[in-house]
C-alpha cells in the first residue's frame, strides 16, 4: 500500500464514498479497500479490506 494509496490517498483510482472526500475506496492487487484520509497529519487509516472471493 505504501507505493499505491501511501503516494497519494486521494488518486490511485480511488473513489470518494459518500458525500465525505476524505472516506475513499480503491483496489489495490485485487482487494478492495475502505478507507481514511486525515491529511493533516499524514495518516490513512483502512477501515475494512474485502478480499476477493
Known sequence: M???IGTDPYG???SQVGSDR???EA???GVI???MVS???LTVTVVRLIPPP
Do not use: C, N, P
Open 2 to 4: 505504501e507505493a499505491t
Open 12 to 14: 490511485q483510482t480511488s
Open 22 to 24: 476524505d472516506r475513499r
Open 27 to 29: 483496489t489495490v492487487s
Open 33 to 35: 479497500l475502505r478507507y
Open 39 to 41: 491529511a493533516g497529519i
